[in-house]
C-alpha cells in the first residue's frame, strides 16, 4: 500500500479556515457545477470539502428510483473517516487531537456513547485474522499516527444513520431478523478502516449482534483478493509516477516554497519532502488547529495555495495522459468483477450478501471512480461513499438496473457504461446488463491493445 499511498498523497491539500464556516449545501457537490462553485478553483472551498466536517445531516439521493422499482442489493464502498497524520514534520511538535470519544466535544452524534458501549461489549468478536487484534474504536488521549479521530467515527455513524433510514426503513433490504449471510463484510487490516466500518455498520444497524457479524480480511488496498498479480498495471503506476515527478520538477515555484518550508523547519529540502508535510497540515486544517512554527517562522497559507495550484494542474495533466486511467482499469477489475458476480447472484433471487460493506482508502476509491469513467469526480474525502444499487422492476422481474451514487450523488449517467443510455433507450435506469458488459469486455477498450479480459490486459507485451 506505501507504493500507492505515495502516489495519491499529493491530494492531500491544506489550507486556512475561513471565518464564515462552510454550508452543508456547499459540500455535497461531487461532480464541478460551474453555476454554484467559485470560477476559480479555491483551495480553501476545496479543503474543507476533503475534511467532510460532520455538521447538518446532507440530502442525497440514495434509494430514489420509480416507484414500480424494487431495491434488491446494495454494495457500498467508503473511505474510512477522518484520521491523524501518517506523517511527522521535521522537528515540529505534534498536533495534540484527542482520539478518546467524549460526548462533550464537537462534533457530536447521538449514537456516540451507545456506539462505544456497544464496542466494548464485541471483545469476543470473530474477525477474520488479523482483525482480531485490532481495537474497536480509538481511545488513545494523543493519538496514534493513522488513528480515526471521533470526527471520523462520527461521519461513518452518520452514514450508517443515512442509509438506515433509506434502505432500511423506506426499502426494507433486510428482514427484522436478518441473518449474517445476509451481509458481507470487507476492511483493510488498519484499525482506522475497520473501525470506520464498525461505526457504519453501528448506525446502519443499531445494537447489532455480534455473532452475525464478521469482518473479512483485505491484504490490498485494491481488494484485488486472489487477482492481484497484474505487470502491466505496475507498469501504468511507474509510467504514472514518472510523470507526476516530471510535472513537478517544472514547477520552480513549487521547488521555491518547499525549500521556504525546509528552512523554517530547519531540514534539507529533500528531507522535508520525504515526510510530505501536507498529510500533517490537513490534519491541523480539519481540526482548526494552527500550523507549526518554529524560531525560524512559520509555514503559511502562500506555501499552500502554490501545493494547491500544482495539484490541480497535477489533476488536469492526470486526466490528459490517461496512464492512471490504465492504472485504474486493471486496478479496479478485481473488485468491480466482484460486485457484479454478487449482483448476478442476487437477480437469481438468492437472499446471500444483499449489503455488501468495503471499509478502504482513498487509493481504493480513487480507481475505482476513474475505471468508471467518473474522471471528473472529486478525490475521495474523508468518510466519502460510492454506492452501488441493483433494482428490479417490479413489472418485467427478469429486468434488473443498476444505480451509482458518490457522496449521495446520483452518478450513474456520467459513467462510461451509461453515459449514452437516454439517446438509446427510453427506460428510466441504466440496465444491469450495461455494466455487467462494462466490466466483463469494454473497460479494457480504454487500454488499446487486444486484450479484452483481465489476464490478458494484465500481461500484454506491446505495453
Known amino acids: 500500500m506505501d507504493v500507492l499511498t505515495a502516489l495519491l498523497l499529493v491530494h492531500l491539500i491544506p489550507v486556512s479556515t475561513p471565518k464564515n ?16 462553485e467559485p470560477p476559480v478553483t479555491d483551495p480553501v472551498y476545496e479543503a474543507l470539502l476533503y475534511c467532510n466536517i460532520p455538521s447538518v445531516a446532507e440530502r442525497s439521493m440514495e434509494g430514489h428510483a420509480p416507484h414500480h422499482f424494487k431495491l434488491v442489493s446494495v454494495h457500498v464502498f467508503i473511505r474510512h473517516g477522518d484520521r491523524y497524520p501518517l506523517y511527522v ?16 466535544r464537537k462534533p457530536y452524534h447521538p449514537k456516540l456513547e451507545a456506539f462505544v458501549s456497544h464496542m466494548s461489549k464485541g471483545s469476543g468478536a470473530s474477525f477474520e485474522s488479523p482483525l482480531n487484534s485490532l481495537p474497536l474504536y480509538p ?32 426499502h426494507k433490504l433486510l428482514p427484522n431478523d436478518w441473518s449474517a449471510d445476509q451481509l458481507y463484510l470487507e476492511t483493510t487490516g488498519k ?37 492481484c498479480y497484474c505487470p502491466v498495471r505496475n507498469q501504468y503506476l511507474e509510467k504514472e509516477q514518472r510523470r507526476q515527478y516530471l510535472l513537478r520538477l517544472k514547477n520552480s515555484q513549487l521547488e521555491k516554497t518547499y525549500g521556504e518550508m525546509a528552512k523554517i523547519v530547519d531540514v534539507p529540502t529533500k528531507q522535508l519532502r520525504a ?42 495533466e492526470r486526466r490528459e495522459k490517461k496512464l492512471y486511467l490504465g492504472y485504474s482499469v486493471l486496478g479496479a477489475h478485481p473488485i468491480l468483477n466482484q460486485t457484479i458476480g454478487r449482483m448476478q447472484r442476487a437477480t437469481e433471487g438468492r437472499k446471500e450478501e444483499l449489503f455488501a460493506l468495503y471499509s478502504a482508502h482513498d487509493v481504493t476509491l480513487s480507481p475505482v471512480l476513474s475505471a468508471l469513467g467518473l474522471s471528473e469526480a472529486r478525490f475521495p474525502r474523508f468518510a466519502a461513499r460510492l454506492i452501488f444499487e441493483l433494482w428490479q422492476d417490479r413489472g418485467k422481474p427478469s429486468e434488473h438496473s443498476v444505480r451509482i451514487l458518490y457522496n449521495g450523488v446520483d452518478v450513474t449517467f456520467h459513467t462510461s457504461f451509461c453515459q449514452d443510455h437516454h439517446k438509446r433507450s427510453p ?18 477498450v480504454a487500454l488499446g491493445g487486444s486484450g479484452t479480459n483481465y489476464y490478458d490486459a494484465c500481461h500484454r507485451e506491446e505495453f
Open 275 to 316: 515526510a510530505n508535510p501536507i498529510d500533517s497540515m490537513l490534519c491541523h486544517f480539519c481540526h482548526n488547529v494552527s500550523f507549526p512554527c518554529t524560531r525560524n517562522g512559520c509555514v503559511d497559507m502562500e506555501h499552500f495555495k502554490v501545493i494547491k495550484t500544482h495539484q490541480i494542474e497535477d489533476e488536469r
Open 89 to 104: 514534520i521535521p522537528k515540529t511538535k505534534r498536533p495534540e487531537i484527542d482520539c478518546t470519544l467524549v460526548a462533550n
Open 139 to 170: 481511545n488513545h488521549p494523543l493519538c496514534e499516527m493513522g488513528e480515526l479521530t471521533q470526527t471520523g467515527v462520527v461521519q461513518h455513524l452518520q452514514n450508517g444513520q443515512l442509509l438506515r433510514d433509506i434502505y432500511l426503513k423506506k
Open 191 to 227: 484499525s482506522r478502516t475497520l473501525q470506520s466500518g464498525l461505526a457504519l455498520l453501528y448506525g446502519f444497524l443499531p445494537d447489532f449482534d455480534w455473532k452475525k457479524i464478521y469482518f473479512r480480511h483485505q491484504p490490498s488496498a485494491l481488494f484485488c483478493s486472489g487477482s
Open 21 to 36: 464556516g462552510m454550508s452543508s449545501k456547499s459540500r455535497k457537490r461531487i461532480m464541478p457545477d460551474p453555476v454554484t
Open 427 to 444: 427506460k428510466p435506469m441504466c440496465p444491469l446488463e450495461n455494466l455487467v458488459r462494462f466490466v466483463k469486455r469494454d473497460m479494457f
